[in-house]
């Protein structure tokens, strides 16, 4: 009778076969897998901080930009000599004022004496305009002094409220404008040049926003949300906001340099603009031409 017999040198090979991993072994790769783990995760976290920064960031940046750039284009058509500003609270709250200038001529027969005229000729616009009655708009004459500006006279000074423009004639070049009142015109201008001009323009900052506001008319006082009896709009679309996030405290939004004999006028802006923790500051100057 056969019997099958296994050697010891057998099992132990089988034994080796089928030994796993030891206790230590494991707690060992737990821990070096949780090693890798939070490393990755970091890496994932500080990856997704990091571009939320970065977007906030820029969404800052391009809300204050745009801003800038819509005020800059707008200045640029400022009334020489119209522009003014107030002085900034400790909250960095503050307004820039400016008259919109629609169109240029040079004029024909405007009355610099007496007590006026409340009609004068001037050359065609170019292109062509002409303004029904009521036309809501002004005529400036050699602007040079921003305060006597904005102190409107109906019967005097440097501004006049524009009732109509026509052309009866239409191929003479020559247009008539109707005024509201009859109105002495202060000073000539060298070049004999005419401006059509809008209401008042406002960018205030207020809080933590950037406001523009118009058709709130021409005053002595330049206007602020503060000043009693002299309120800005409080609505659109007299009042719109131009950007938010803004906190300019200690700071002034505005600052104006007036002209010299060797450069024209700056204005310069500084807006500090914040969001959940990120700061973005924005510095711009815009070039000013003061010939009237």
């Known amino acids: 009778m056969l019997t099958k017999r296994t050697s010891n040198r057998g099992r132990g ?7 796993g991993f030891t206790l230590v072994e494991m707690v060992i790769t737990i821990v070096i897998s949780s090693i890798l783990a939070v490393g990755v995760l970091d890496y994932i976290a500080d990856s997704t901080t990091g571009f939320l920064v970065s977007a906030n960031r820029s969404r800052l940046a391009s809300g204050g930009r745009t801003a800038l750039d819509r005020m800059t284009m707008e200045l640029h058509n400022a009334l020489p000599n119209s522009i003014r500003v107030t002085a900034a609270t400790p909250s960095g709250d503050q307004c820039l004022e400016f008259v919109p200038a629609l169109k240029a001529t040079t004029y024909v027969n405007p009355s610099f004496s007496a007590g006026g005229s409340a009609s004068f000729e001037v050359i065609n616009f170019n292109p062509l305009t002409t303004y029904a009655s009521p036309a809501g708009i002004y005529a400036v004459i050699y602007p040079i002094d921003t305060d006597e500006l904005y102190n409107y006279d109906d019967n005097r000074g440097p501004l006049a409220l524009v009732d109509a423009i026509s052309d009866p004639s239409g191929a003479d070049g020559v247009m008539t404008i109707g005024l509201n009142a009859a109105h002495r015109f202060e000073r000539r201008s060298a070049l004999q040049r005419l401006f059509l001009v809008d209401q008042p323009v406002s960018f205030c900052v207020v809080g933590d926003k950037l406001y523009r506001y118009r058709d709130y008319g021409f005053t002595a006082t330049q206007c602020d949300t503060a000043l009693p009896g002299c309120l800005l709009p409080t609505t659109l679309p007299d009042r719109a906001v131009f950007a938010d ?27 500090n603009m914040t969001s959940q923790g990120d700061t973005v500051r924005l510095n711009h100057e815009v070039l000013i031409h003061n010939v009237p």
């Open 13 to 19: 090979v089988f034994a080796q076969a089928q030994r």
């Open 245 to 271: 996030n803004i906190d300019n405290t200690g700071l002034s939004a505005f600052t104006m340099s007036d002209a010299t004999r060797r450069r024209n006028a700056v204005v310069s802006f500084d807006l």
